[in-house]
DNA sequence: AATGAATGAGCGTTCATTCAT
DNA sequence: TATGAATGAACGCTCATTCAT
């Protein structure tokens, strides 16, 4: 139905209508990561998607439909963007370089790649406790998604034995995430952060 | 309960005109972390307050202008807390200790003990420019104190060589911060959480 | 249920296109009884009509060209049910017992059978001038056919000499309109009513 | 020309707050009997009230809110005009003279006197059932009125015995309430509708 | 003959802001 | 100092209407 889950924006075999809905969605994602929900309005979304702000009507029952097929679309983004990556891995691959490959993937889907991605994170705790309630079920799907991948490493002993998978997880993403604030594609590339953040998390900071 | 005025509040008992300046600002916070500043209207942070809209305009010139205050306490708040407690320490201690120390006390402040650190972090990401810009000063002098911190420990050999310390500070203080996103007092008290969270970034993850 | 197509459908099964027309008129009276004019939508008109909004412009040019033709018909459909159950009458029946037909007639229609004459009556106070204008003659038709009910009573020595007969008519006439608003089929058949009315309005309310 | 304050509106002591309450109101009331609830807007009634659209707000939760007053208002009004005008008759006064009377009074505060009235008995059908709900009481305390009314004049055998009162109350007042699409001052004052209506009432038609 | 898509004007409502008192 | 009253701009949203297909 909604072709968007290809990844996002559909190529030009989608009828027309299927087209400006994504316009609509990608106007808004852009938005609400620029300025947040309650700061964009409907005819800002509107302006970028080149129509008019009733029309938007005939795609959506409301601005707050809007904001949830964002933010499900954002995290739905990263999940398949990331549970992809590792999946191209070698089978037997190390779980340390599984773990790299999916911080570098999620750190470059929301920073290099993604209106919606970026949207969701910063907009999810400024949002209507219903849309959040609905989104809860993606976060979980991926945070489950994260344990596993951690737990891989731990069961082959590349995580200390008492390490807190869940803690770890929090902990990891927490910085990954925060990365909106501050990073600067011209202090380095993704992938060299990434890195970066996989030493500091596995071999911490001591000598 | 809402311990804020315990490091914002003027220490005399000041003039009932600052007193009243001090309560509007208590009710933003409060009401901006709740809910985010573009979802708290001015006669909500009067209600609050027990004052009528109208009269915030005598001791602020707008609603962006309480936003900027709020903000700025936010990080004062935190930066003071943090600074003083590691002052405190005995001048001996080590620059681990002093880390960990800072970690727990940013903890500390954000989760437990205050509206405008909660608010700071919650909202700058949708802010005006403007006011970001204007919190900007503020904001680097507290990422230089946490610098100093690392540095210290780095000189001391208690930090590898080769970490890159304004990657090392970003990594710590975003996994600090999303804990606002998670924190459940119910699962542990924050200086527990402050101390896994110093393990796992001196020592890193692996056995 | 709606038996409005009884007396209003074209006897014979005409072309499609004027079913469709028909359609549209019965969803609109419908809805009109209903919820009133300016409260019915055109896309709630034509969903009850199985087609799509913007069809109605292939058989309509304006949603006032709709009430236009329901306001018309409402009367209508009184008036010639009405004047066919009197002209039905054998030719000697009294002038009374003419004008009790006729209020059984006019009480049956309205409240029991059509939504084109319940609608007029609900929504002609609160339509647009230029609508009720165009409404008058007909409006204006109706009215003399009952003078001339009451005419002839009053020749043939049934209604008092000093009878005004024109404010006899509104009195009559707006008692029977007035039962949309209060007219419960559980407390009563129509027929029972247009007796009471009746033997009210000739013989009054004194012993 | 709009006389309704006479009744409703308090004198000049009130504050000037409560004068623009009322000026709203008052305006509603007119716009309502002119146009209808829907077809009105709060821009039409701000600008009968010589205030701005927004200024509503400071009076009125929304513009439902102002139906209901309007239309509360409406039927207390003439309850009240009608209750006064035969309390004010000497105690000996036989029923039908008091019937007179309050036929008499009712229908000069809808056709002269009041927008309330009017807009009242045009707009209810057309209203929300909540605030035709909140409507109902007042609405069954004015026909108890009359019910008694009534009652008195069939005990002191001025009423025939098995004349129902119910439909004939509903009768009369249906007829009462209709002469707000007709009635026309330069064809008769309100008082000799009422002495017409109220024979043809008493004395029905026939000779 | 019918529709999907789009529009534009206007709706009820909100809210930061102003200002006389 | 503080407020009651008012404002104006903008908001999310609705809907009759248009028109290419």
Redesign the pocket.
Known sequence: MNASTDITASPSQS???DR?RQTILDAAAKLFREQGYRA?????I?GRAK?????????F????QILDEVLELGIRVIHEAVEKAVADLPEKTSGRMRIETAVATHLHTVLQYNDYASANIQNIRHVSLAARNRNKDLRRAYAEYWHDLFDVAKRAGEIGKNVDLSIARLFLLGALNSTIDWYDPKQGSTKRLAENFCNMFFEGSEP
Chains 1, 2, 3, 4 share one sequence.
Do not use: F
């Open positions: 009828r027309k209508s400006t964009t309005t409907l005819r800002q509107a129509i008019k702000a009733g029309s938007i009507y005939y795609y029952d409301s601005k707050d």
